[in-house]
Structure formats: structure tokens, C-alpha cells
């Protein structure tokens, strides 16, 4: 029997081929322009220094009150994080919509560029800026991560309501639906999945960043570290950093348990 012949691959433009040229350039200009030293790295100096630098770690502090000192700072960072995110989405869903074209070319163009600052500008300089006008605490670095995350979830809201297939809406316009309604029953469910996976995605994402915020002050677990690595206190600063690795596992496995529920 003779076997179905496959169709010929689609030829590339030079457009396509100029774009991978150029990426390659740049990476190999990347390396070239870096003063990367990998030998160093491997020297008999360093490993030593890194052996003496991780065994002051051990073993990690593990009084009753420093354990709960921890914990409320774990619970910090998560309520962070998860305030951080929830205030991300609710003014991410109103750009998104004007991001999409909902509201007009005009009106997305101007959207599109207010996300681009929100997201461009990093979670510790946001922190920073925000430390001035709320103090030090876990309000500047819940809103910075609020910040921060509306412009990413904005963007990829916005992107997702763009994918959308525009049939069912217009069919329900067409039959004398109002935009709204036909906006509501029809395509904000096929992209509710999708946005929700976002946001859930972002939640992980802040978990780390809420505990990075606290180098700067922001509280949690990061402002704990920050503490405890400035007076040499190795172990302390152990109990601190598996408190993280356990906070961002757990998280992580929810996120992932939710994110399969919804896209099933």
C-alpha cells in the first residue's frame, strides 16, 4: 500500500530569516560583550568559600518563638501576595476591556500604553516609590505587587478577549441582544478559563516577588531575611529560606490543581 505523500513545508520569507539572523546576532554579541568568567566559578578558592558560606546555615533555628515569629511573617507574604494579586485582577479587567478595543481605537491605544508603564516598571522600584508615601510595612509592597501585576494581567486579559471567536457575540447582537449582554453570555465565558489560569499564574509569580519586597522593607518573609543575613545570623536566615521554599511549594501545587480543574 502505498503511503500518503506529506504536503511540502511552507517556504520562509526573508523577513522570517532576517528576524532568526538577528536573534542569533544578538546572542552571540550577548556572550561576546559579557565578562562572563564560568572558570571562576570552579577554582579551589571559591568552592571552599561557598562550602564555609553554606555550612554557617546549618543546622537552621528552630526555638518555639522564632518558629512562630516565621510563621506570621509566611502568613504575611502569602496575604501579600494573594491581596496583591486579587486588586491586580479587579483593575485588570476593566483596562483589559479597553485594551481589547472594546471602548474604541483611541481609548486602546492609550490602555495599551498605561499597561506597558504599569508592568514595565519592576515590583522593588514600585516598592520603593511606595515606601515613601505608606511607610514601611506590608502596604507598600501589597500595592506595588498590585501595580506591577495589573499591567501584566491587564495585557494578557486583553489578549485573551482578542482570541475570542466573535460569532457567538454577533449572533446574540444580531437578535437584538444589547453589547453588554452579548459581551457577558458570550464572550467573557469563553475567556473566563483562560483569564482565571492567568490570575492564578500571577498568584505564583507574586509569592516570590511579595518575599523579594521585603529586602526593601516591605515586610514578610523577605524583610526577616534581610534582618537576619545583616547580623550573620545563618541559621535564623536558614529557617527563613525553607520557610519560603515550603510557602512557594505549597503554592505552587495549588495553583497548578486549580489551573488543571479550570481548563478541563
Known amino acids: 500500500?502505498?503511503?500518503?505523500?506529506?504536503?511540502?513545508?511552507?517556504?520562509?520569507?526573508?523577513?522570517?530569516?532576517?528576524?532568526?539572523?538577528?536573534?542569533?546576532?544578538?546572542?552571540?554579541?550577548?556572550?561576546?560583550?559579557?565578562?562572563?568568567?564560568?572558570?571562576?566559578?570552579?577554582?579551589?578558592?571559591?568552592?571552599?568559600?561557598?562550602?564555609?558560606?553554606?555550612?554557617?546555615?546549618?543546622?537552621?533555628?528552630?526555638?518555639?518563638?522564632?518558629?512562630?515569629?516565621?510563621?506570621?511573617?509566611?502568613?504575611?507574604?502569602?496575604?501579600?501576595?494573594?491581596?496583591?494579586?486579587?486588586?491586580?485582577?479587579?483593575?485588570?479587567?476593566?483596562?483589559?476591556?479597553?485594551?481589547?478595543?472594546?471602548?474604541?481605537?483611541?481609548?486602546?491605544?492609550?490602555?495599551?500604553?498605561?499597561?506597558?508603564?504599569?508592568?514595565?516598571?519592576?515590583?522593588?522600584?514600585?516598592?520603593a516609590v511606595l515606601l515613601v508615601l505608606a511607610g514601611l510595612g506590608p502596604m507598600a509592597g501589597t500595592m506595588a505587587l498590585a501595580a506591577h501585576t495589573a499591567g501584566v494581567l491587564g495585557r494578557l486579559f486583553a489578549d485573551a478577549l482578542e482570541n475570542v471567536e466573535p460569532h457567538a457575540e454577533q449572533t446574540l447582537r444580531t437578535n437584538g441582544a444589547r453589547p453588554l449582554a452579548a459581551f457577558l453570555y458570550a464572550t467573557l465565558p469563553q475567556a473566563l478559563p483562560q483569564m482565571l489560569s492567568y490570575t492564578l499564574y500571577r498568584w505564583e509569580n507574586n509569592i516570590r516577588a511579595a518575599a523579594v519586597l521585603g529586602v526593601v522593607g516591605a515586610g514578610g518573609l523577605g524583610q526577616m531575611l534581610k534582618y537576619h543575613l545583616s547580623l550573620f545570623q545563618m541559621p535564623s536566615a536558614a529557617t527563613v529560606v525553607i520557610a519560603m521554599l515550603v510557602l512557594v511549594a505549597l503554592v505552587d501545587a495549588a495553583s497548578y490543581a486549580l489551573r488543571r480543574a479550570l481548563t478541563r
Open 1 to 127: 500500500m502505498k503511503q500518503p505523500t506529506l504536503p511540502p513545508a511552507p517556504a520562509r520569507d526573508l523577513t522570517s530569516w532576517l528576524i532568526l539572523l538577528g536573534l542569533l546576532a544578538l546572542v552571540v554579541a550577548s556572550f561576546a560583550s559579557l565578562p562572563l568568567q564560568w572558570s571562576a566559578f570552579f577554582t579551589a578558592e571559591a568552592v571552599s568559600s561557598a562550602r564555609e558560606f553554606l555550612a554557617g546555615f546549618a543546622p537552621p533555628e528552630t526555638s518555639t518563638p522564632f518558629l512562630m515569629k516565621t510563621l506570621v511573617a509566611l502568613w504575611e507574604t502569602l496575604a501579600m501576595s494573594a491581596i496583591g494579586t486579587l486588586l491586580a485582577a479587579i483593575v485588570g479587567l476593566p483596562l483589559a476591556l479597553a485594551g481589547a478595543g472594546r471602548l474604541g481605537r483611541a481609548a486602546r491605544a492609550v490602555t495599551r500604553l498605561v499597561l506597558n508603564i504599569l508592568r514595565s516598571i519592576p515590583e522593588l522600584v514600585w516598592a
